[in-house]
């Protein structure tokens, strides 16, 4: 069996569960960041990486700006998932030999602004050359209070679900421009109780189940209620990807005092109350959806 | 200018100072790891990622059990060169679509193995499609307490340099199944002041300048006491690379008692005194030497 046929998710399925763990390592397995502990330190230590491969994450003709920019941000969203704060950045760049450098500089130019956005310091890099398609892996480094840290797996039935901004249509400019909602997630922490939170990166389709499953819960999605990006369908809200929007779980008991006091805080972005959780039993379906495919099959 | 014509030092050292920097950021621009201060830890979080990629740092045909315990010890060996104590690690992995789930079990077998040798916890994962070849980035956390911390810049004038092992014809074999040298950087700072260090991945020829460069210091190579692998000449020794030794700085002060406690701590591992630090003054040239190519113009 190859790759493609499996998919990444049952890939890191099988593979996850069998590596090497420690006596530092919070259990979070499949979460945006890894969670662990540093020594005596209060907070925890956050790790990810990520990375951005020329044709599959960008066209070659996108400026080398935008692709430093992406490939940082896609690293940083997955802090916001969980209420974490960056601070330092690795940066390793996988190139063909006749890469210009004038292509590199741009690069880094775009990785630099969007680490300077969110106070990330860029403390190394790596280069190696390639036979093919070049890629930028960002690794990044953060914390987070142990109080504070989100993960997907804490949601509890009747939580109201709630996204930030608006879906849909990503892919025709913003996926390499977006901000990650890390100071809207900073806040939501600092004043609300959150259950559970993950960032939308391959769209609310594949995520929401994705939360739903580290739950152990099902959902359900007020399709009418998306918030969608101008010009795009409920489908696109769905499937598209690459919101790096905020998608949590939060108990009803919340609603009003955090509907209140958003709009006061964030006047000019969204958050829209898209569905619940349920619980297993509630659900008609005995089997959790999987990912977009699924919605597809209940329309 | 391409990558290939300005080659990957020049390239970061372009670079890598214009980086965003922050408040946390110990100073060592250049060493092996990023040494970064975490919330109120004493020690020091070091920080680092390394890659190997096919056909650059393996051909195709090595198996994907050698490619992993190389890829996750490439990275660890930069904690060696530190005296730090790897402790995460996160592996993203790029490869072709059709690549066969074997290989990609058969690849986390060996970092699994890589990790567990040094009790690292392999804590996250991320994967993507390319075109081309295939990449394997280990990106790794660790501690070093600050008095411990060894960086490149710390040689003084005379001070003796040493290194362990044997040099030369690694890519034999050897470059697929080394094991970094953590015990033995450990001990050394338990034990003794060590001024300086690095890793010997690129060769003598070209760690031992950049170990003088970054202390400001020219050096003396003695090439006669180079220790020499099985069959390999001195001129292997020096320009191979990727041997993966201990290249270090200590005191005159401190070399019979180092020989001493050595050779009854590691007695099948060989220590040699290859030679000193000198001042720039004292050196006959006054520009430092830069890599293998200047040993070729002396010979």
């Not at 907070?43 to 020329?54: A, G, R, S």
């Not at 992406?70 to 601070?87: C, N, W």
């Not at 259950?195 to 399709?223: C, H, Q, T, V």
Request: aromatic share 8%; glycine share 8%.
């Amino acid at each position: 069996m190859t790759l493609c046929e499996l998919g990444e998710e049952k890939l890191l399925a099988q593979i996850l569960p069998s590596l090497t763990k420690g006596a530092g390592v919070v259990p979070a397995t499949g979460d945006d960041c890894a969670v662990v502990r540093f020594r005596a330190a209060k907070d925890y230590l956050l790790l990810k990486t990520d990375c951005v491969v020329e044709n599959v994450h960008f066209r070659p003709a996108v400026s080398a700006t935008a692709v430093g920019w992406k490939a940082m941000m896609r690293t940083l969203s997955d802090f916001a998932a969980m209420s974490g704060v960056p601070e330092f950045a690795l940066i390793t760049l996988i190139v063909p030999g006749d890469t210009k450098m004038q292509w590199v500089r741009n690069l880094y130019r775009g990785l630099n602004r969007a680490a300077a956005r969110f106070q990330v310091a860029m403390v190394g890099g790596e280069t190696s050359a390639t036979v093919g398609s070049a890629a930028v892996i960002v690794s990044a480094a953060g914390r987070v209070e142990p109080k504070r840290c989100v993960l997907r797996r804490g949601g509890k039935a009747n939580d109201d679900l709630f996204v930030t901004g608006v879906l849909g249509g990503s892919t025709r400019k913003r996926h390499l421009n977006f901000v990650p909602r890390i100071t809207e997630a900073r806040w939501l922490t600092q004043h609300f109780k959150i259950n559970a939170m993950i960032d939308l990166s391959d769209g609310l389709g594949a995520d929401l189940p994705r939360m739903a499953a580290a739950s152990r819960l099902s959902f359900k999605l007020e399709k009418d209620s998306l918030p969608l990006s101008r010009g795009c369908s409920i489908e696109q809200a769905i499937a598209d990807g690459e919101d790096y929007e905020l998608l949590f779980a939060i108990t009803r008991e919340q609603r009003d005092k955090l509907e209140r006091a958003w709009k006061k805080k964030f006047p000019r972005l969204a958050l829209t109350r898209i569905g619940s959780f349920r619980s297993k039993i509630e659900s008609r379906n005995s089997k959790l959806p999987s990912g977009y495919v699924h919605f597809q099959q209940r329309r």
